[in-house]
């Protein structure tokens, strides 16, 4: 895991979080959770999450979407997911996870819908 492997931007008042992995695992989860419920936005109640590059999403990762969404959903905030490949998107349908999150073909409509 290194620093590459995932990147941070903020337009306005909104936090993106892209995760540059082809395959977001267990072993980077805890990195991403970090990086989630860090300080340095800890003041910032719209986030995206964007997973445009990867093709697979273990339960690891979603557990930790999961989490940030209900913590950002408990200050009254909202959590957006990118995911423009079906692959790494039926993971949310057998799981039934795609009513609970709000979800997006891009980054653009993400931002639109804020």
């Known amino acids: 895991?290194?620093?590459?492997d995932f990147?941070?931007?903020?337009?306005?008042?909104?936090?993106i979080e892209?995760?540059?992995l082809s395959r977001a695992t267990v072993k980077e989860a805890q990195e991403f959770k970090d990086r989630l419920f860090s300080d340095s936005i800890s003041g910032f109640n719209k986030i995206i999450v964007d997973l445009t590059e990867c093709t697979?999403?273990?339960?690891?990762?979603?557990g930790a979407m999961v989490v940030?969404?209900?913590?950002?959903?408990?200050k009254g905030?909202?959590?957006?997911?990118?995911?423009?490949?079906?692959?790494?998107?039926?993971v949310f349908t057998v799981t039934g996870l795609f009513r609970a999150?709000?979800?997006?073909?891009?980054?653009?409509?993400?931002?639109?819908?804020?």
């Open 1 to 4: 895991m290194a620093d590459e």
């Open 7 to 15: 990147k941070r931007e903020i337009v306005g008042d909104i936090v």
């Open 18 to 20: 892209k995760v540059k």
């Open 56 to 62: 697979f999403v273990d339960s690891s990762m979603i």
């Open 68 to 74: 940030m969404l209900k913590r950002i959903s408990q």
């Open 77 to 90: 905030g909202e959590l957006r997911l990118v995911i423009p490949e079906a692959e790494a998107f039926q």
């Open 101 to 114: 999150f709000n979800i997006f073909r891009s980054v653009e409509d993400a931002l639109k819908d804020f």
